[in-house]
């Protein structure tokens, strides 16, 4: 069942947005302000979709949607009373999906929902990804997320690891590493090598675990 985070300060906006919401068969669960909002993703992110006011006491849902993303990149729905040009591009330069004004058709709400969690499903099909626990390796956008949040690496050790992971639970000497990943005309030190996987280790964090250290051979990815 697909999951829907409804985010407003005004418990009949909710009530309404609940009613339709169970009526498409989408699981509801209700937060009264941004700061509320960000506690229940900490708690639980695994929502397809986020409803979310933007004007909201503790909080507004601007500020709240881009705490939000640093969590992890959930698809938003901001409602607002406002619908200037001005406020729509603060809204998607914050990390909004779509826009829409009140007071609104909970209908045609209801359809930009299914529309965003249609993106997001078609998304996931046609990328290729790896995933393991809170590790998501996306090879089509050439990404790596830890828990949600994205993690910054070298264009080599994005290679590394792509070719690492393509390859899981393999035996992979070192001499086809550096072949495959740096090239048949690579002439520099094999520590090259040594230096990138401890580099690819700090940046999986305690996922590091997964790159095998084989003394004599050389690395597996076992997962």
């Known amino acids: 069942m697909k999951k829907i985070l409804v985010v ?3 418990e009949k906006i909710r009530s309404i947005i609940r009613k339709y919401g169970e009526f498409e068969g989408y699981e509801i669960t209700e937060a009264c302000d941004g700061m509320d909002a960000i506690e229940k993703v900490k708690e639980n992110s695994d929502y397809d979709v986020i409803i979310m006011d933007v004007m909201m006491p503790e909080l507004d849902g601007f500020s709240a949607c881009s705490e939000i993303k640093k969590i992890k990149d959930i698809p938003v729905i901001m409602l607002s009373a406002r619908g200037e040009e ?7 330069e914050a990390g909004v999906d779509d826009y829409v004004v009140k007071p609104f058709s909970p209908k045609e709400l209801m359809m930009r929902v299914n529309v965003v969690t249609s993106r997001s499903r078609a998304e996931e099909t046609t990328a290729e990804i790896f995933r393991h626990e809170g590790l998501e390796i996306n090879f089509t956008a050439r990404t790596v997320s830890i828990d ?3 993690v910054d690496m070298s264009p080599k050790e994005y290679e590394l ?6 390859n899981k639970n393999i035996a992979l000497e070192r001499e086809r590493l550096i072949t495959e990943v740096w090239g048949y005309d690579y002439y520099g030190d094999d520590r090259t090598l040594d230096t990138h996987i401890k580099l690819l280790r700090n940046s ?3 996922y590091r675990k997964l790159l095998i250290t084989l003394r004599g051979v050389g690395y597996r990815f076992e997962a």
């Open 204 to 206: 999986l964090g305690e």
């Open 86 to 92: 001005y406020d729509r591009i603060h809204g998607f």
């Open 8 to 10: 407003d300060d005004e």
């Open 161 to 166: 690891l792509f070719y690492l992971v393509r």
């Open 148 to 150: 949600g949040k994205r």
